[in-house]
């Protein structure tokens, strides 16, 4: 599913975020992504949903090399990807429902065929009295649930998660993660990018641990 | 992985699985469903035995929220687009507000309204000068200019029978010498003395339409028998008048060059910043895989519709102008001479059907080169990017 070798990235001027990082993630897989904050977590997200070209190294997707992909290749990649960024990303012109179904509309599924997904999914992440609302009235804990429902909602082949629980209190976050792990009974490849403890204890997945731009296996 | 939950395994199943129907109705919080999608549809259904031994925690929708959430969002605070009535399930994805704003539409709305205008009156002088055309080709006027001393009057005859003896011709009409000075009167103002003039005598002849006369042969004819007639069969003033028409045509276009070429101008500015201002719309629709077709749809939509609605707008405003016309010329000072002057210059005055189709055809073309215009545009921006 994701393969990465010898993955060196660096920004512009700055020294090297990530280097010589091997990995190979199997489809199917439930992976924690840890390490210190500034350690490179949210990189290296970013250059497996190919929002970022890797320095060097080859980066393999779907069993495609993406590590020079352009534009107009990327988005069919991409509809097989989920994503929830540390930031959240939500549109604060369209209501929280319709961010959701975003995923849904832009590969050109018809408002019926989808309604009652959307809301069902909402309501299950505890937005059912806010999805008609505007995403910039909702908490933090909020957008970021509505976040993670968007990035599930197309039932996605891989999850990326970037801190999904970082907002939310202890007992919601064990709700997110039966949903990731849900999602991953399903089929769906699953790496969630945190820093929570608790949140890895109550799940046995193996850790990528990185450190010094190194990625180690645990 | 499995049984790594942080429930003891041995807690009772939360519902009699497969003993009882489900509620139709779904329970938010109800952690025994899980979310699954076939085939694109989401559906809650029972775990499967192994799973199903979780005792859900209650929650309620107030539990879900942390200390912090339930402080900082008081209850009074409902924003006030919350409270809408219907619900926005298909909101436009790129705020119609951000791309099309009012001077773009009035600016597109006066190029149409140009573009409309050139192409009215340009249609309204082609249709008079061939109309023009139509009846002066038919028309061959035969100037006898009598030498001195002979009788002009006899000679007149004498050629008006001679002409009547010839094929092709249906109709020979002698004028008399007061005719002939009435058609000189707006020029020469009332002419007192007719004999003082050596005016020519006119004989006016009309062509047979259905055979196909041949002028050049009549000419030589009546030129070699009698001595200082002509035949003026108006070629010239035929061919002055298709030049006329052909550059005020050519003008027409080049106007309408013009116009097309600010549209698309203004329409490519209009699409870079309305780019730059939904960057971030950009930005998430790709990460959620839009197609930079489906991105270009979404801001080609407004100009499609700013197009159409300004298009619109510019045409009613051009038909009016040519409705109004002769009002307006009458409120400037011009009375029914000016008029119908202006009538035998632009025809009629007014549109006929073909006339509105051209105008629905330049209101079809303005939104279509708004749309496609901005349609490149987007798909050009997106490649440069990156
Ligand atoms: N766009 C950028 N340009 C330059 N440097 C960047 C950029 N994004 C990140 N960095 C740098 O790369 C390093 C890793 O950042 P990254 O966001 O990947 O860390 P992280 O592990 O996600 O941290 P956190 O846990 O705080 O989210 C940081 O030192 C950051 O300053
Ligand atoms: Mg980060």
Known sequence: MIRLTNVGLKYDRGPEILSEVNFHLRPGSFHFLTGPSGAGKTSLLRLLFMSLHPTHGQIQLFGQDVSRITTSKRAPLRRRIGIVFQDFRLLEHLTTWENVALPLRVVGKRLDDYKEDVTDLLQWVGLGDRMHGYPSVLSGGEKQRAAIARAVIGKPELLLADEPTGNVDPQMARRLLRLFIELNRLGTSVLIATHDHQLMRQFKAPRLELHDGHVRIV | MSGSYDRPPDRPGMRGLGSSPRTPEYDAYDDGAVVTQQGGRTSTQSRDPAYGTYEP???????????????????????????????????????AGSVTGRSLTLVITIMCFLACLTVGAVYM?????????????????????????????KLTQQVATYLGQQAGISKVTVMSAAESAALLEPWLGPIDDLNALPLPRLIAIELDRAGTPNVDAVREGVEKQFQGVTLDDHRRWQRQITTITHSFSLGGLAILALVAMATTAIIVSATKSSMASNREIVEV???????????????????????VRAGLVGAILALAVFTLMPTIVQILGGGSLTLSELHRLVGSGSLDMAGYVLMGIVVVVIAALCMLTSRFGVFRILNSKH
Do not use: C, M
Request: aromatic share 8%.
């Open chain 2, 125 to 153: 002088i082609r249709q008079s000068a061939n109309a023009w055309l139509r009846d002066i080709a038919s028309e061959v006027t035969v100037q006898v200019q009598a030498k001195d001393g002979t009788d002009a009057e």
């Open chain 2, 285 to 307: 629709l790709h990460f959620v895989g839009a197609t930079d077709r489906f991105i270009a749809r979404e801001f080609e939509k407004h100009f499609l519709r700013l197009g």
């Open chain 2, 57 to 95: 925690e209650p929650i309620s929708p107030d539990s879900l929220r942390t200390d912090y959430e339930r402080v900082s969002r008081p209850d009074i605070y409902v924003p006030t687009r919350e409270a809408r009535k219907v619900q926005s399930l298909t909101a436009p994805i790129v705020p």
